[in-house]
């Protein structure tokens, strides 16, 4: 129903605002939560090594306490994404932080292995929880011309909470003790306050329940002001029931598949690499918990750059193409890391370049992901479209620090078969892009989902 004729409506509008303030606003308010998820992620790696230590963990044992908050990542994605879809984003938002940064500081109180491998799966369902609702969030505020820049810039944020959990690692666990970061991982608990206060809910999500004038309010704080027509959506009727089917119908099915194998695939090869790096650095290169700590740290910092690269080239080139280079780069980078900079005979210099170069393309690609994903799918089915993308990405997760532990450990092989492994599974997922995705610069978020430009994006 439409509220005001002769008028643009409100999706218009949204689509075609001048980027502003409360663009920017929201996508810095939504990027420190995004930070700080990253934060807590990171952690984890710097802490192993130290608990490792302490416990006498085997190398296996280590690999399942990565995955086992990976699995608690994927529940949660599947679950928040599904529930972002019938109760709102902010809402979800809010409660995934409070579960994450919660387990978080009562892992500072673990007293054996069984406890910690419980806490991060809790932790997990909050932390894979946050980012598919936080991206969904900021794509259905953006404007058509922008809204790939924003999502980049948001997934940007991941990079400073992995510097944050690295400079953590650095400063606080060789000093002060594995308990103490995690205690100072709880404090994002508090930013949920200012969250509440200041984090609009989507104008897209209330126009679909039918809450025209809250609707028009959100929308007002990225400067929809004025006379808009407000229309129901027509999927409203059906939100809620049988998204997963949805996900998998005609119009679908292609993007579907090509998501799941390209999320698959990056979590695969990102946990499976950075979440060992101060393992395969100080256990199998021989490097003193300091300075491992802050060889990964100098690698982290490549991250920013590498974000910002995409961010200006997914909306010159466009999704596909830059999503297709930085995955391409990022295999042939990650094969020479494994034979140049992890070499018996490699220099500080050559690790410090390729892993750096692993580093910028890996997160660059990782910036388009989040900004493609959402584009894919309908209002009605956005956040539970995105939250299975995430969920199966993160069975990758699982995957791959495990069989990373078990290569090191059980079978003995070195880190050049290793990388090699995941410089493999990159290839693949440019191959998947390229072959079944399609282009969405510049469309609005609903002509994107429509899939008016299936048939006319360039193989």
Request: hydrophobic share 50%; aromatic share 12%.
């Amino acid at each position: 129903m439409t509220e005001a004729t002769g008028t643009r409506t409100l999706q218009q509008q949204l689509d075609s605002q001048p980027l502003g303030t409360g663009h920017r606003r929201i996508t810095i308010l939504a990027g420190l939560g995004w930070m700080f998820d990253a934060m807590d992620i990171g952690l984890l790696s710097f802490v192993l090594v130290a608990i490792a230590r302490e416990w006498n963990l085997s190398q296996a044992q280590v690999g399942s306490a990565i995955s086992v908050g990976l699995f608690g990542m994927f529940l949660g994605a599947l679950v928040a994404g599904t529930l972002a879809d019938r109760y709102g984003r902010k809402p979800i938002m809010l409660a995934t932080l409070i579960l994450y940064s919660a387990a978080t500081g009562l892992t500072a109180l673990a007293w054996g292995y069984g406890v910690l491998l419980v806490l991060r799966f809790i932790t997990g369902l909050g932390l894979g929880g946050e980012l598919p609702v936080a991206s969904t969030l900021v794509a259905e505020i953006a404007p058509a011309r922008h809204r790939g820049r924003l999502v980049v810039l948001l997934e940007s944020f991941w990079a400073y909470g992995w510097i944050l959990a690295a400079v953590l690692g650095y400063l606080v666990v060789p000093r002060y003790g594995w308990r103490a970061a995690f205690l100072l991982g709880a404090l994002p608990a508090l930013y949920v306050f200012v969250l509440r206060r200041s984090l609009p809910e989507s104008p897209r999500f209330l126009l679909r329940q039918g809450r025209h004038e809250e609707a028009r309010l959100a929308a007002a704080q990225v400067g929809v002001v004025g006379d808009v027509a407000l229309e129901d959506d027509p999927t409203r009727n059906g939100q809620g029931r049988g998204a997963l089917q949805q996900l998998w119908a005609a119009q679908y099915g292609r993007r579907t598949v090509m998501l799941w194998l390209l999320w698959f695939g990056m979590v695969f090869s990102y946990y499976g690499i950075f979440t060992w790096l101060p393992q395969i650095l100080t256990r199998e290169q021989g490097y003193g918990l300091q300075t491992s700590f802050g060889f990964v740290l100098l690698i982290t910092l490549a991250q920013v750059p590498g974000y910002f690269s995409a961010a200006v080239l997914v909306e010159r080139w466009g999704r596909k193409p830059t999503l297709v280079s930085y995955l391409l780069a990022c295999a042939v980078a990650t094969l020479l890391f494994g034979l140049r900079g992890l070499g018996a005979d490699a220099s500080r210099e050559e690790l410090l370049l390729w892993g750096s170069l692993v580093s910028f393309f890996n997160l660059g690609a990782w910036g388009v992901v989040y900004a493609y994903t959402p584009e894919l799918y309908p209002t009605a089915i956005r956040g539970s479209g995105t939250g299975w993308a995430a969920g199966v990405g993160r069975v990758g997760g699982i995957v791959g620090p495990y069989l990373v532990g078990i290569m090191l450990g059980t079978w003995n092989l070195g880190t050049v078969a290793i990388f090699s492994m995941f410089a493999g599974v990159l290839l693949v997922i440019a191959i998947d892009v390229w072959l079944l995705g399609e282009e969405t610069k510049d469309q609005t978020l609903e002509t994107a989902a429509a899939g008016s430009a299936f048939e006319s994006a360039p193989a």
